[in-house]
């Protein structure tokens, strides 16, 4: 079974929308960390955010939101106000436990003016 | 300047061919991983090693082969290069357990 699921391959939004980008993963692990990242088309891969299992709030980093349902296992990303440089692919990831760091397969996220 | 060092940036290997990939960390990092990159199909973990003297396989290491003798460096190892290792490798370091990966740049490789 896939660790990480990113079922958006690919997403559209108007400048100074907001987006949600989709992940849910899959672990039996009582603690674990979900993280997002970018990559431009640069290549190089950026932090954005991370969400611990058992933090209650909801993480924020400035325009970046993780909306976290530990039920549903979900730890989509909400990028508000889209701006140009947001084009690029965006990775969700989630450690666990043992160490392992898992990747989803990414959705590549287009900011149309 | 901190920070994860791979090398080479590119690289053109014939089928059959040993090859090592360089990766170093100054940050004194733990853990350490070797990922690939294929379009369509995201990061996938190769090898990791949370601590210097261990190793463990990912989700793909089946061809690949990593050691770990001390804390700064993590080579990655293709004993007989085939085709379908072409592609772009990265290597990443995490200090503590909350901490986010950081990413060297990046090994390109092509295995004709």
């Known amino acids: 079974a896939q660790k990480i699921t990113q079922t958006q391959p690919g997403m559209f939004v108007q400048e100074k929308e907001a987006v949600t980008l989709d992940c849910t993963y899959d672990t039996s692990d009582p603690s674990y960390g979900l993280f997002w990242y970018k990559q431009p088309s640069s290549g190089e891969m950026i932090f954005l955010i991370y969400?611990?299992?058992?933090?209650?709030q909801n993480a924020t980093e400035g325009r970046y939101s993780l909306n976290f349902q530990k039920a549903r296992k979900s730890a989509n990303l909400v990028i508000s106000a889209s701006q140009l440089g947001d084009s690029a692919m965006y990775f969700c990831a989630m450690r666990e436990m043992g160490g392992q760091f898992y990747f989803g397969t990414g959705t590549s996220l287009t900011v149309i003016p | 300047i901190a920070g994860i060092t791979q090398a080479p940036t590119s690289q053109i290997l014939a089928a059959g061919r040993r090859m090592t990939l360089r990766c170093t960390q100054d940050?004194?990092?733990?853990?350490m991983y070797w990922y690939r990159q294929d379009l369509g199909l995201g990061l996938r973990l190769i090898h990791y090693s949370n601590t210097a003297g261990t190793t463990g396989k990912g989700e793909v290491p089946d061809g690949y082969s990593v050691s770990r003798a001390n804390t700064d460096d993590f080579p990655l190892t293709l004993a007989s290069a085939v085709p379908s290792q072409t592609s772009v490798y990265f290597c990443a370091s995490r200090g503590t357990v909350n901490s986010p990966l950081h990413f060297g740049n990046g090994t390109r490789l092509t295995v004709t």
């Open positions: 969400q611990g299992s058992y933090d209650q």
């Open positions: 940050m004194r990092h733990n853990a």
